[in-house]
């Protein structure tokens, strides 16, 4: 298996403050519990979200014909721990493509969720799950 992308993120503030990419972006962060919180500011539960919501997309756009649109939105819930301890993400990814059946999406959902590198590095989490929907346009 050969490498084909690297890159590094970084954060030195926790949940407060500043996470940068290395030669890149830099995100202003915030804890989502911290009521003072600078609403500007992102969290690892949008990230998270946008990081899945991306992946899953650009690969299911592989199953489909180039004329169809497909569309994917992923709910990140943050939970306190089933084991009392620390807090836990819920994930759920909902994919949608554009004139066809949800059989269809279904088949498309389960390609791209078996490919997709963020899904299988989620996969098998008691707490994610991905579903379809009727595409909304």
């Known amino acids: 298996m050969s490498m084909r992308y690297r890159t590094e993120a970084s954060n030195s503030d926790g949940g407060t403050g500043v996470s940068s990419v290395t030669g890149g972006m830099n995100v202003a962060v915030a804890s989502p519990l911290n009521p003072d919180r600078d609403p500007a500011a992102s969290n690892p539960e949008q990230l998270l979200a946008l990081a899945w919501a991306t992946c899953l997309n650009a690969t299911a756009r592989v199953f489909v014909t180039p004329e169809q649109r497909t569309a994917v939105r ?6 306190d721990a089933a084991d009392g301890f620390g ?3 819920h994930v759920d990814a909902y994919l949608s493509v554009e004139g066809v059946s949800l059989d269809e999406t279904e088949r498309v959902l389960a390609q791209a969720h078996a490919r997709c590198p963020v899904s299988k590095l989620l996969g098998g989490s008691a707490t994610v799950a ?8």
């Open 74 to 79: 992923v709910e990140v819930e943050l939970h």
């Open 87 to 89: 807090y836990e993400f």
């Open 130 to 137: 991905v579903h379809t929907e009727t595409f909304a346009g």
